[in-house]
């Protein structure tokens, strides 16, 4: 096994006024000797090292006041909030002597996560949330088996006014969807590889913190 290098190019901006927030990444790795499972049994991964790869993409967040002073006017309004991050992954082969110019896989190609909050001046906030992955992407070097796109949502209530505490609860996948949340990966799959893995079901979480 040789030792992976790479080069990699990157530029960003990350900002924050009263009522938008913002993050942007754009990069590039142009990978040598890149560590992967190319080949792989019943889960098993034999790491080798492929050719030359390249990884590139977008990291894109933000968050934006929708509405404010709904409810609670004058200089703290309250607020409905707009989170949004989305991921693009071009991962893909360089010229490679078996598998050409194919994807990488085991990533997705398009990754979204959004909420939509309503904020009170006094700490307390609520609101939907999605997941979305609407694409399928493959699951081997060879690129002849993929998974399947899915969206979930859930719902979440929570207090956080910048104090020492806060707390939330959260509901994720009410509509118990089911899904493929993750893949291993082999050079070369069928229909029958053992790669998909399964998404949680309905569930709540719960959380508190306590900062000093």
Known sequence: ???????????????????????????????????????????????????????????????????????????????????????????????????????????????VRAELLYKHPSGFYFGPNIEWVPQAYFVDSANTLKTEGYGIWGLKLGFDNGGPFSAYVEARNLADTAYIA????????????PLFEPGTGRAVFAGIKYRW
Not at 12 to 41: H, K, V
Not at 87 to 108: C, E, I, M, V, Y
Not at 182 to 193: K, L, R, T
Request: with cysteine; aromatic share 10%.
């Open 1 to 111: 096994i040789k030792a992976q290098r790479a080069t990699t190019f990157e530029i960003g901006t990350r900002g924050r006024r009263e009522d938008f927030t913002w993050d942007l990444a754009a990069y590039r790795a142009e990978i040598d000797n890149e560590l992967q499972c190319l080949y792989s049994a019943f889960g098993n991964c034999q790491v080798s090292n492929a050719d030359k790869t390249i990884h590139q993409g977008l990291e894109i967040g933000f968050g934006v006041s929708v509405l404010k002073g709904m409810m609670a006017p004058g200089p703290s309004p309250d607020r409905l909030w707009l989170n949004v991050s989305y991921t693009l992954n071009d991962f893909h082969f360089d010229d490679d002597p078996t598998f050409g110019n194919n994807q990488l896989p085991g990533a997705p190609r398009h990754f």
């Open 182 to 193: 993750s893949a291993s990966i082999i050079n070369v799959a069928n229909a029958a590889s």
